[in-house]
């Protein structure tokens, strides 16, 4: 066949089996499917939070990614500080924007019936996502580490290490937040609000400050996103709208009640996804995202971990 | 009742009459609808930007010579926000309500093709440089003019080239993502690579927009393929090119439709663009004279300093809408539509961007010069008379190329 390339390496792969060669791609491909759920798990998880303590769909979500996204990028061409060491002050400055954005606009319509939150966190989207094609002009801004292109082989697998540290962040940061929700007392108090308001108040509990700071909290995990997501993807002020779907699909997949459904919701999705992109064809990982939703929906319509009703 | 009707309807028609009077009787406005916002509005902006700056040059040499007087020209640009349907209803008023003479087209080739159906409608030429799609022109469609060379030749000058590489590429990957003008290429470069007995290990057609090419990419290397033809857009590309990188897929040589020419598109890879080869119908040559502009390289020294940032294909093929405008116009001695869309069909001029001349169906014809990412600048690599400079072929492997430092 291809008689002129050298190396015993190229033999090998001849002599190896087409099976074999499935069998790599599949290893592949799966581990492909997983460390995008970890991503996407990350992107989700503020927007879960959001909705299932505020009941609130923040469709500025995607949005605030970008924001964060863009945040990083400055910190890191303009200042040299790396994506990941970057996160905390991506987290705490979006935390103060998401704070002050609940506690001066969402908290007016808090209550309201669901539409009018849909509608003022859509007019929330636009206004983002216009304001930063002034600020920061429509071109693509990539974060790219000296080491963003590096990876490590496992055998036949490779393993994309920007990937796999946006991987591990996501874990982290999940376990954090169901530890913070379970053991603190913040914590607790944003989950006892979630259940029950007027009980909340009466043990001394301050609606408005509290409201804020999941906000807040949620902004940044999505700030925090942004950062890894323009560390291995692409940020232009149009990617929120996108984003923002996805975030939904998983945090209804894994289910509002917990964090780690969250993570099950994202990998669920980046594995199916990643699967029909190899066997259906590239044109139906949206197909195959969107499907698993509706499945969920019909079968366990408080998601994956959520409770069952 | 119908006396009413009828004096109504006589003073709209008076009313009508007037309206080029009290308008500066001179100018000959171009009408467009333009991404300057949401998803494409980085390549829309450089047809804003050359359409303003083409008719500010044409303006200052004299503007257009019609019979014997001297118009002007200006213009009239909305912002379509990258929405087609938008971009149809502004056409439309363009047309109807502003009563613009003439239109220049907007970004991309989905836009063009619902776009040019009021230009027809209206019988107002439409001269576009954003739509390359061979869908714009299959319709007989007697208002619609194209810059942009056809999109099923974009491989041709590069699977020519490949047959003449060492080691000759054997098997390729065809992905093009699921819109008019990447149809058109995949359905162009098909018959091409299987007339250039390269075989066709991968055909694959992508969702727009997509952000995760892995799959893919896992199943180029596990094929082990040589050659990696994407049609496609920006951003799909720099996500495809990221993603090659960090699962270390290196084939002989990749090729993007879109990207490569652009200096944002290589700004946001920095040194990981490196080796990509696209490319255009266009390079900023003093060989390419022009009336009003002087030739492209003066052109692009021109515009580089005005907009800051550097024109590519795109911006000369909008300049030369404006150009072709100014000429058929000029060549018709008026400004009647149907004498100017008669004029167009026998346009044969130089310009900046080549020599303009519409072929039966309204499209352009120029050859695609074969580019290449050689450290921080685009080199034209295989043309018309064969190689011009070296192509960098094979493409080392990621792990082998030298990096100047911690990222950019």
């Known amino acids: ?309 | 009742m119908l006396r009413i009707g009828a004096s109504l309807a006589g003073c709209l028609l008076a009313a009508s009459l007037f309206v080029p009077d009290t308008s500066s009787a001179a100018d000959i406005t171009l009408g467009a609808s333009v991404q300057l916002t949401g998803p494409f509005a980085n390549t829309g902006r450089y047809y804003k930007d050359a359409y303003e700056f083409a008719v500010d040059q044409i303006n200052e040499k004299g503007g257009v010579k019609v019979g014997n007087q001297q118009s002007k020209l200006a213009l009239k640009i909305y912002d379509n926000q990258s929405d087609v349907n938008l971009s149809v209803r502004q056409y439309t008023q363009l047309a109807s309500q502003d009563k613009v003479n003439f239109l220049l087209g907007p970004f991309a080739s989905n836009f063009a093709i619902a776009d040019s159906a009021v230009s027809e409608k209206y019988r107002i030429p439409m001269v576009q440089g954003g739509g390359a799609s061979d869908q714009i022109f299959s319709r007989k469609f007697k208002y619609i003019f194209g810059t942009l060379a056809p999109a099923t030749d974009y491989f041709q000058s590069t699977v020519e080239m490949m047959t003449k590489l060492k080691p000759e590429p054997k098997n390729v990957a065809l992905l093009y993502a699921d819109d008019a003008f990447d149809v058109s290429v995949a359905e162009g470069t098909r018959p091409l690579l299987k007339k250039a007995g390269l075989t066709i290990a991968l055909d694959e057609r992508y969702t727009s927009n997509a952000t995760d090419f892995n799959s893919l990419l896992a199943r180029i290397r596990s094929a082990n393929i040589d050659a990696v033809l994407v049609a496609g857009h920006e951003t799909e590309i720099l996500n495809f090119i990221r993603q090659a990188q960090s699962l270390s897929v290196s084939p002989k040589m990749y090729s993007f439709t879109v990207g490569v020419p652009s200096a944002d598109f290589r700004k946001a890879l920095g040194e990981d663009a490196d080796f990509a080869f696209g490319m255009t119908a266009w390079l900023p040559s003093a060989s390419l004279k022009d009336k009003w502009f002087g030739d492209a390289e003066q052109f692009a020294k021109a515009y580089k300093a005005k907009y800051g940032y550097e024109p590519d294909y795109h911006a000369a093929s909008a300049a030369a809408d404006v150009e072709a405008f100014a000429q058929a116009i000029e060549d018709a001695g008026s400004t009647d539509p149907q004498k100017v869309r008669d004029a167009l069909t026998k346009l044969n001029f130089d310009s900046l961007y080549g020599t303009i001349a519409f072929a039966e169906d309204g499209q352009i014809r120029l050859p695609q010069t074969v580019i290449q990412i050689q450290g921080d600048e685009v080199v034209p690599i295989y043309g018309k008379q064969g190689f011009i400079t070296q192509p960098k072929y094979p493409m080392p492997a990621w792990n082998a190329r030298q990096t100047t430092g911690a990222g950019k």
Request: net charge positive; hydrophobic share 55%.
């Open chain 1, 1 to 309: 066949m291809r008689g002129k390339r050298p190396g015993p390496e190229n033999s090998e792969a001849e002599i190896q089996t087409n099976e074999g060669i499935a069998v790599n791609l599949l290893a592949q491909v799966l581990l492909n499917g997983v460390l995008l759920g970890g991503l996407y798990a990350i992107m989700a998880l503020g927007l879960a939070l959001v909705w299932g303590v505020l009941n609130i769909v923040n469709l500025a979500h995607g949005a605030f990614i970008m924001l964060g996204g863009y945040l990083a990028w400055y910190l890191f061409t303009g200042l040299g500080i790396d994506p990941f060491l970057g996160l905390p002050i991506t987290a705490v400055a979006m935390f103060v924007l998401g704070y002050l954005v609940q506690r001066l606009l969402l908290n007016l319509i808090v209550r309201a019936p669901m539409f009018n939150t849909l509608l003022i966190t859509f007019g929330i989207e636009v206004v983002i996502t216009y304001v930063a094609q002034l600020a920061f002009s429509a071109d693509f801004r990539t974060i790219n580490p000296s080491y963003a292109g590096n990876n490590v082989s496992l055998g036949p697998v490779i393993i994309p290490v920007v990937r796999l540290m946006a991987f591990a962040a996501a874990i982290v940061l999940t376990f954090g937040m169901w530890v913070f929700l379970l053991k603190t007392r913040l914590g607790r108090a944003i989950r006892a609000t979630a259940q029950n308001l007027v009980a909340a108040r009466l043990y001394g509990i301050e609606p408005r400050h509290l409201y804020a700071t999941t906000f807040g909290i949620g902004i940044g995990l999505a700030g925090m996103a942004g950062s890894l997501y323009g560390a291995v993807s692409q940020i232009n002020p149009y990617i929120g709208a996108t984003l923002t779907a996805k975030c939904f699909a998983i945090s209804i997949i894994g289910g509002l009640d917990n964090p780690l459904g969250v993570i099950v919701g994202g990998i669920v999705l980046g594995v199916i996804e990643s699967l029909a992109l190899l066997y259906v064809g590239a044109t139906f990982g949206d197909v195959a995202s969107f499907g698993v939703l509706v499945a969920v929906l019909i079968v366990r319509p408080s998601g994956l971990l959520g409770r069952t009703a």
